[in-house]
T-cell receptor, first 112, second 113 residues
Framework: KQEVTQIPAALSVPEGENLVLNCSFT??????LQWFRQDPGKGLTSLLL?????REQTSGRLNASLDKSSGRSTLYIAASQPGDSATYLC???????????FGSGTRLQVQP | NAGVTQTPKFQVLKTGQSMTLQCAQD?????MYWYRQDPGMGLRLIYY???????DKGEVPNGYNVSRLNKREFSLRLESAAPSQTSVYFC????????????FGSGTRLTVV
């Protein structure tokens, strides 16, 4: 059974700081990995999707990396802003089940 | 706007009552999913439908049933609601294939008293 772990569970940083969110998964047989953002009381917004054959994806100030062999992914946020405050969720799609397995998320607070 | 639409957005049920959560997508996606989100536990898969006419159990299917009515619609039914089913429910869809991500609905906040 795939298990996804996110560290830290919560993070508070001052505006402008670069930060890294970590995600690990137990089964390396994945199709892809996605990072989502969730604002309080809202649904999930997809940020980045990394296919199993890729090493990283970038979108604006966000960069996600994938090391499938070690079961790890990181989300790098450059020059953080108060608007980045949200919960960030990592999820992997297994080859067998064709459905996403989620981590419990990292709650980020960026202080102005 | 294209996307995944869930109804209702909020619902309060008494223990033992039944209800159906509705989900529809207009992106011509093959696969649809129901997740529940509880505090501190992330999202857990209840049921999914890889294509029209097929459904499969996820991690936490007990107490739920689903119907893939057609390619657009995937409903989740609680036959006899229990307080343990108090949660936020999300529907999602995805196109078939490795390179396609998920689109989520805005969620249904269900409270069972």
């Amino acid at each position: 059974k795939q298990e996804v772990t996110q560290i830290p569970a919560a993070l508070s940083v001052p505006e402008g700081e670069n930060l890294v969110l970590n995600c690990s998964f137990t089964d390396s047989a994945i199709y892809n990995l996605q990072w989502f953002r969730q604002d309080p009381g809202k649904g999930l917004t997809s940020l980045l999707l990394i296919q199993s054959s890729q090493r990283e994806q970038t979108s604006g100030r966000l960069n996600a990396s994938l090391d499938k062999s070690s079961g790890r992914s990181t989300l790098y946020i450059a020059a953080s802003q108060p608007g980045d405050s949200a919960t960030y969720l990592c999820a992997v799609m297994d080859t067998g089940r064709r459905a996403l397995t989620f981590g419990s998320g990292t709650r980020l607070q960026v202080q102005p | 706007n294209a996307g995944v639409t869930q109804t209702p957005k909020f619902q309060v049920l008494k223990t033992g009552q039944s209800m159906t959560l509705q989900c529809a997508q207009d992106m011509n996606h093959n696969s649809m999913y129901w997740y529940r989100q509880d505090p501190g536990m992330g999202l857990r898969l209840i049921y999914y439908s890889a294509s029209e006419g097929t459904t499969d159990k996820g991690e936490v299917p007990n107490g739920y049933n689903v119907s893939r009515l057609n390619k657009r619609e995937f409903s989740l039914r609680l036959e006899s609601a229990a307080p343990s089913q108090t949660s936020v429910y999300f529907c999602a869809s995805s196109a078939r294939g490795q390179g396609h991500g998920y689109t989520f609905g805005s969620g249904t906040r269900l409270t069972v008293v």
